[in-house]
């Protein structure tokens, strides 16, 4: 799918750009690279030479080979003759033409922050970045003296993309193993507390688990984070080692990037859809998670302001109010998360690009299912399960041969009616109730009928009547193959006087007639 491409106007916010909606392809190696779908073809080319350049920790600088882009500009320089050959002196570009060389440079940067916020494992990343390239031009194909303004190939070269002052002194091939060795370590930590919960299950369970397991690890220490190192998964999942007037910790320390990288980096693990998001929380630089889940919709997840205290043990404070909440949530006293949290898709101050994010659920995610019994008819689908509100958007139209069906009950018999505007406050089974029938019709070209115990020797007749009650037309029913009777409404269509006759094959009524409604 072609998905637009991600250079913005300056100033476009996140809100008026469009998010186009990831689908399994998204996922490359166990990681949900979301960004990566919201980029042009040709950035996604340059996104995938930068990740097979920057896969290794040791490799801050990625170097291309015989990359090119050309586009006809204007362009103006002042020429003289020395000797027998014209030198051109204060070339100049076009405003046009800078703002397309600006453009296929931004390209590039677009690749490089899907990429970043795309791949949590890759901390050495983190740092300000350099794309170097060279401009030719074409000379005029005449020249005079003094200035000329004409039309040049413009060619541009890329050269390397660089990662500098990334924290390689402390993410290095030595010790990238142990931010391995303590993911498997965090994973099977929340597999246990996964195991240990009764009173929920699947992907709730699992990202309930990772968002107290990072509450219980990390220390939240805002006012020593002075390196790109901070900003990582790794500084959220290891161990401080001391360094940069820093003593080392018992506990990881990180700011709000590292607990959102974190968080991301175990839902690309556990298969979960989850994006990185930044912005502004309570006017002050912030970072939390979006995560999709089953229902289909985005909610999101602060776990950093989870995490209470803000300090590394299990036994402090963590809550889950910023866990899985929509725009309307009220997650402390009568502030909606939708008014606390305020998303900007601009990553970098110098670079005008915005990314989109999808849109935020109005309500925080429930944990529940509401299960469809058909009571002895079949139903599809089985189960749904409510929005934030505790409503059902559909309720599903079970069948059951023989039978007319009366509404969904919260019993097999009796009961309460259940309607869309029911409210659940826990998982529940609603029940199918049924009217017996002596008759049952199928949507089709003709009527088709099913009646209970006819009389044998007998068939059944469609016959309509006029407003005084006379017979106006009658159409003989056939038995096809499946026990059902067929009747062709092409030449006898039911109307509100229509009747259903079981009668002798000389046509005299054999049982009571039913009236069509």
Known sequence: TQYPSMTYAWGETSESATWGAPDSSAWSDGVYEAYRAQLSEEEKGYYDILKDGFANPGSPTVSFD????????TVSANYELQGNTWHGTNLTLSD????????????????????LHDHPEMPWLNGSFRLSTGLKYSAPSSVVAGLNTYSSTITMTFQSFEVINAPEQTINADNIALFSSNIASAMETIDAAVAADTESSGNYAILRA??????????????????????????????????NSRPATDYPQ????????????LCDRYGIPCIYVSGFGNGGAHAWNYVQMDDGYWYAADITWNDGDGVGNPDNYKSLKYFLVGSSTECNYAETYGSTHVNSGIWSSSIAICFPYPEL??????DMIITFDPNGGSVTPTSAKPSGEGKLSTLPEPTRRGYRFLGWYTAASGGDPVTMDSVFDTSATIYAQWEELDYEIVEGENLTIWVDELPEGSRLVLVNYSEKGRMEAVCMGSLNGEGNWEFSLKSVPVTGVSKLLCCSNDFKPVKAAILLK
């Open 254 to 265: 990180t700011v709000c990037a590292g607990y959102t990288s974190s968080f991301k980096l």
């Open 361 to 366: 659920s109005t309500y925080a995610y429930v």
């Open 210 to 243: 990772m968002s107290n397991y990072l509450s219980d690890l990390i220390t939240y220490n805002y006012d020593d984070m002075t390196s790109a190192y901070d900003q990582t998964a790794y500084s959220a999942l290891v161990n401080y080692p001391g360094g």
């Open 66 to 73: 015989g990359l090119q882009k050309s586009f006809v500009g």
């Open 96 to 115: 046009e033409a800078s703002e397309r060389i600006d453009q296929e440079r931004n390209h590039f940067y677009a690749a490089f922050l899907a990429l």
